[in-house]
C-alpha cells in the first residue's frame, strides 16, 4: 500500500503492535495471520489486537473484556473487597438479619511487607467465617488466604516481601525507602490525604520489580507480565498453553484453553468418544450380533424368492428382508462407530471437531437414520398387511404379476421415505437451517471451541451493537459469518474469509446419532418432532394391527374357519405366534416410547439428557436391530433354540448330579379323589434342601434315593404330556427344513 502500512495516523497500534507488523511482514514476506479489529462503534478507528494478546484477561481496549465474555462463556469474577470506613470488608455482617448477624471482627493484614513507619492494612469479616478459596479470585482470596481464612488446607499467602527494587514504575515521590522488620532496605509506598501523609506497601511486588493492586493477584490474568502474581495461587487450573482458569471451568465440556488441555490429557476428563466399557462391550457384541443374523435373514429370504409362487408368502418374504436390510444399516452404524472409538482412542478428545465436521460423520447419521425408519415403515406395514390377510393366512392364491408390482411400490415408497428424512438435513437448500455451530481456526484467539447461534449473537450484539434489518434470535448463519468475518483483517487492510467449519445436524454429539435431543428454543425442534411424531404413530400402528391379529386368531370361530380348531400342531403355532406377537410389541415399545418420552422431557428442559447420548445410541435404539431376526425369521429362531437345547442337554447331567448329591427326599402322605371319594392312596416322593430339627424325612443313605414308604403303590412326581387330539403330533411341520415364505406365515 505503498508506505500506509507504516503510517501511524493511519494504524493506532496497541501495545507493541507496529513492531510485531515489521518483524512480521519481514519475515513472512508480506503475509501474516489476521488480528482482530477492534469495535468500530465503541473503540477508537484503526486500533488492532494480535491473536496471542486476545482474551487474555488483560483488556487492551474498552470493550475487549465484553466481546470475549460472551467469546469464551466467560462468568464475571469479583476480585475486589468493600470498602466500609476505610477497612476492607468481606462477607456480611447486619444485626437481625437472619444468617448475617454474626458480630464481625477485625484483624490487621500480616504480610511480610511490614516496615517501620508503614500504616497495616485493617479487614473486617463476620466471626468464624470461611472462605471457598478454591472459588475466590483478587483481592478476597489475597485478604482470605493471608489471615488464615480458607476452608482448604495448603493454601499459603501469595504475598512476597517488598525490597529496594520494588515499584520501580512508580514515580519516585512515592516511594520512601525504610527500614524493614528484618532489617533490610525496602521500600514504602506515600499517599497523601487530609489527615496528612501516609505510607502503606498495599501492593503485591511483582519479581520483575512491577507494583500491582491486590485485585490483580490471583485473578488469572498475567498482571505482572512473568506470571508471579499467578504462580503461588491454588484457585486456578494452568493450561499446558500457558493460560489461568477456573477449577469450575475444568472438564466442563467447553474449551478454554486454546490448546483443549483443561478437557483433553489432562488425566481427570473423559477422552474417548465411548467412554464406558460396558457400552464400548455392547456396541461391537450388539454390531457384530446384528450383521451377521441379518445378512443371514436377508440372503435366506432372497434365496427363496424364485421358489415362492403364492402372494402371501411372497409379501412375508420381501417385507421380512426389508426389515433386514433396515436393521442391517443400523447393525454397521454400530461397527463403524466402536472401529471409530478405537481408532482415535484417547487422542479423540483433540480431534473431535474435526470428526463431527467430516462427511464420514453425516455418512454413518444417514445410514442410521435410514436403517431404523426403513425398518419402522417395513414393520407397520408388514403389521397391516396380516391383519387385512388374516382369513387367507392358509390360502394357496397364486402370485400375480401386479400383486408382484404393488409390493415392490410399498416397498420403493418405504425406503424412499426413510431416504428423504435422512438426507433432508444435508439438502444444500438447508444448510443453514440444519447448522448447530460452527468451530473456527484457534490461532484467531477469539473463539474456542464450537459456538452455537446464540453466542454468536451475544458476541456479535457486543462488538456491532444492535442489528438492523433482523430479530436478533432469527440471525441467519450467513449473516453471522459475514459479520464474525468483519472482526478482523490483514495487515495490509485486505480482507479473507476466516476458516470455518459447521457442525451439521449429525454432528451434534460424536456418535453421530440423528439430533433428537433438542431444546425448547431450537429452531430444529420442528422437523426433529415431526420424526418423532411418524415413529409414535408407526408404533401405535404395530400395536394396533398385531393386537387386532392376535384377537382374531384367538377367537374360537376364526381357528374353525382358518382350519386350526382341530389340528394341535397349528394350535402349538398359534401359541408360539402369540407369544412372538407380544415380543414384538414389547420391544418396539421399550425402544421408542420411553425414548419418546426422555425426549418430550429434554425439549421442555425437565431433565438434561444430552450426557447420556451415548447410551441411547448403542443400546435403546439399535434394540430392534438384534431382536427382529428371531421375532420374523423361523430359522434363525430356530437355530437359536437348537442352541439353547443344547447347552440345556450339557446342563441337565451337571444339575442332575447335584440335585441327587445336595437334595433330600421327603416322602407325604397322599389321597386323591373326586367329590370325596378316595380314589388312590399311596405316597409322594418330594424333594427338599437339607435342614436341621426333625421331620419325616427318609432315605436309604445310597445318594440319597427315595424309598417306597410302603403300604400302597408308589406316586412319583412325573412330568405330564398332553398333545391334545392326535398327542403325538410334532412340535412344527416345518421343523428342520430351510423355510421359504412360510418363516412366518403364522405371525
Request: aromatic share 10%; proline share 4%; glycine share 8%.
Amino acid at each position: 500500500m505503498e508506505g500506509e502500512d507504516e503510517d501511524e495516523r493511519r494504524w493506532k497500534v496497541c501495545s507493541d503492535s507496529k513492531n510485531k507488523i515489521k518483524l512480521c511482514l519481514e519475515n513472512r514476506g508480506g503475509t501474516c495471520p489476521q488480528v482482530y479489529v477492534c469495535s468500530p462503534r465503541y473503540d477508537a478507528p484503526g486500533c488492532f489486537i494480535f491473536p496471542d494478546k486476545l482474551c487474555d484477561n488483560i483488556p487492551t481496549t474498552l470493550n475487549e473484556a465484553l466481546v470475549c465474555k460472551y467469546a469464551r462463556h466467560r462468568p464475571q469474577l469479583s476480585i475486589q473487597a468493600t470498602v466500609v470506613d476505610n477497612v476492607k470488608q468481606f462477607g456480611v455482617c447486619v444485626k437481625g438479619f437472619k444468617g448475617y448477624d454474626k458480630p464481625c471482627v477485625e484483624s490487621e493484614l500480616g504480610d511480610p511487607n511490614m516496615a517501620f513507619g508503614i500504616t497495616p492494612l485493617r479487614v473486617r469479616y463476620p466471626e468464624g467465617a470461611r472462605l471457598s478459596c478454591r472459588e475466590t479470585f483478587g483481592e478476597p482470596y489475597v485478604l482470605g488466604s493471608c489471615l488464615g481464612l480458607c476452608r482448604e488446607e495448603n493454601v499459603t499467602c501469595p504475598l512476597t516481601p517488598f525490597n529496594s527494587s520494588s515499584c520501580i514504575e512508580l514515580p519516585s515521590a512515592r516511594r520512601v525507602f525504610t527500614l524493614a522488620k528484618e532489617n533490610y532496605l525496602t521500600v514504602a509506598l506515600r499517599t497523601h490525604t487530609d489527615a496528612g501523609n501516609i505510607y502503606t506497601n498495599n501492593l503485591f511486588s511483582c519479581d520483575n520489580g512491577r507494583c500491582i493492586t491486590y485485585d490483580k493477584v490471583c485473578n488469572l490474568a498475567d498482571d505482572c507480565g512473568d506470571f508471579s502474581d499467578e504462580i503461588n495461587c491454588t484457585n486456578h487450573f494452568k493450561c499446558k498453553s500457558g493460560e489461568y482458569i477456573p477449577h469450575s471451568a475444568v472438564c466442563d465440556h467447553k474449551e478454554d484453553c486454546k490448546d483443549h488441555s483443561d478437557e483433553c490429557e489432562n488425566g481427570r476428563c473423559s477422552e474417548w468418544l465411548i467412554e464406558q466399557w460396558y457400552l464400548k462391550a455392547f456396541g461391537v457384541i450388539a454390531g457384530v450380533v446384528s450383521v451377521l443374523t441379518n445378512v443371514y435373514v436377508i440372503g435366506n429370504n432372497l434365496r427363496c424368492i424364485r421358489k415362492i409362487t403364492t402372494h402371501i408368502k411372497m409379501t412375508n418374504t420381501l417385507l421380512i428382508a426389508v426389515i433386514a436390510i433396515g436393521d442391517l444399516l443400523v447393525g454397521l452404524f454400530l461397527v463403524v462407530i466402536s472401529c471409530v472409538n478405537f481408532y482415535y482412542n484417547r487422542s479423540y478428545c483433540l480431534r473431535r471437531y474435526f470428526w463431527r465436521t467430516s462427511a464420514m460423520c453425516s455418512f454413518i447419521g444417514v445410514m442410521s437414520t435410514t436403517g431404523q425408519q426403513i425398518s419402522m415403515f417395513a414393520m407397520g406395514l408388514l403389521g397391516i398387511y396380516r391383519m387385512n390377510s388374516f382369513r387367507n393366512l392358509f390360502s394357496s392364491r397364486a402370485l400375480t404379476r401386479e400383486n408382484l408390482i404393488r409390493i415392490l411400490v410399498g416397498i420403493a415408497v418405504i425406503v424412499t421415505s426413510a431416504l428423504i428424512i435422512a438426507l433432508i438435513p444435508l439438502v444444500p437448500s438447508f444448510k443453514y437451517y440444519f447448522i448447530n455451530g460452527i468451530t473456527y481456526d484457534e490461532n484467531i484467539g477469539l473463539f474456542l471451541g464450537p459456538q452455537s447461534r446464540e453466542h454468536h449473537i451475544q458476541t456479535l450484539q457486543a462488538y456491532h451493537g444492535r442489528f438492523l434489518g433482523h430479530h436478533q434470535d432469527n440471525l441467519p448463519w450467513n449473516t453471522i459469518k459475514t459479520l464474525v468475518n468483519a472482526m478482523f483483517t490483514n495487515f495490509d487492510g485486505s480482507r479473507r474469509n476466516l476458516e470455518m467449519r459447521n457442525i451439521g445436524f449429525y454432528g451434534s454429539d460424536g456418535v453421530c446419532l440423528f439430533k433428537y435431543f433438542v431444546k425448547s428454543n431450537d429452531s430444529q425442534k420442528i422437523f426433529v418432532w415431526i420424526v418423532l411424531i411418524i415413529n409414535f404413530c408407526c408404533f401405535m400402528l404395530i400395536l394396533v394391527c398385531y393386537s387386532v391379529f392376535y384377537c382374531l386368531t384367538s377367537s374360537t370361530r376364526n381357528m374353525r374357519l382358518v382350519g386350526t380348531g382341530r389340528n394341535t400342531a397349528r394350535r402349538r403355532q398359534n401359541r408360539k405366534m402369540s407369544s412372538k406377537i407380544a415380543l414384538i410389541v414389547a420391544t418396539d415399545f421399550a425402544c421408542w416410547v420411553p425414548f419418546i418420552i426422555i425426549c418430550i422431557l429434554h425439549t421442555r428442559e425437565i431433565i438434561d439428557f444430552e450426557d447420556y447420548y451415548e447410551l441411547f445410541s448403542i443400546i435403546v435404539l439399535p434394540l430392534n436391530s438384534m431382536i427382529n431376526p428371531l421375532l420374523y425369521d423361523q430359522n434363525i429362531s430356530a437355530k437359536v433354540g437348537e442352541g439353547m437345547t443344547a447347552v440345556s442337554r450339557r446342563v441337565q447331567p451337571v444339575w442332575n448330579r447335584a440335585k441327587d448329591n445336595y437334595l433330600q427326599p421327603i416322602v407325604v402322605s397322599v389321597r386323591g379323589g373326586v367329590n370325596g371319594v378316595i380314589a388312590r392312596t399311596g405316597t409322594m416322593v418330594m424333594r427338599e434342601w437339607p435342614r436341621n430339627g426333625s421331620g419325616t424325612v427318609q432315605g436309604d443313605g445310597a445318594g440319597g434315593r427315595s424309598v417306597p414308604n410302603g403300604g400302597g403303590d408308589d406316586n412319583e412326581i412325573r412330568k405330564g404330556t398332553d398333545d391334545g387330539d392326535d398327542g403325538g403330533a410334532p412340535s412344527s411341520p416345518l421343523e428342520g427344513e430351510i423355510l421359504c415364505g412360510e418363516a412366518m406365515s403364522y405371525v
